[in-house]
């Protein structure tokens, strides 16, 4: 890493601009089964390096809802399959968050995972907030 490059990751993060937590796209039937009645969420592709910087867990629902409603606090990762990805295993059960929608568009959506921090997750009006 450059040193410039360096400063402003490390003055990013000192600022708590860390990206700790995965917001994670899901349909209703998978919100419901596994996010809140199984607390773990299947076949996350996320690269190992993010493994141990990751400490919490997101859920957009998808239409019609289009908003972030819950997340939760990871406990461990596990292998999933052969194709790199990951059982999330939370700490305990999902919270109620928001809800934080997605945005103005009718037509947007949330189509893969996208990292933020806690504190702009917790502080969050609307999706566009997390990303600043």
């Known amino acids: 890493m450059s040193g410039a490059l360096h400063k402003r990751t490390r003055a990013r993060e000192a600022r708590g601009v860390s990206r700790d937590t995965v917001i994670v796209p899901a349909h209703e039937e998978g919100f419901k089964q596994v996010f809140l ?43 999933y399959g052969e194709d790199g990805k990951f059982r999330v295993v939370f700490s305990g059960k ?9 945005g103005a568009v009718p037509t947007g959506s949330m189509q893969g995972p996208r990292y933020t921090n806690i504190a702009k997750l917790r502080a969050a009006k609307t999706f566009a907030d997390l990303l600043k």
């Open 37 to 79: 009645g199984q607390d773990c969420w299947y076949a996350l592709r996320i690269s190992e390096g993010m493994l141990d910087k990751v400490r919490y867990i997101a859920v957009y629902q998808i239409a019609p809802v289009r908003a972030i409603t819950h997340y939760a606090e990871v406990h461990h990762f596990e292998p």
């Open 94 to 102: 999902a919270m109620p968050i928001g809800p934080i929608p997605y």
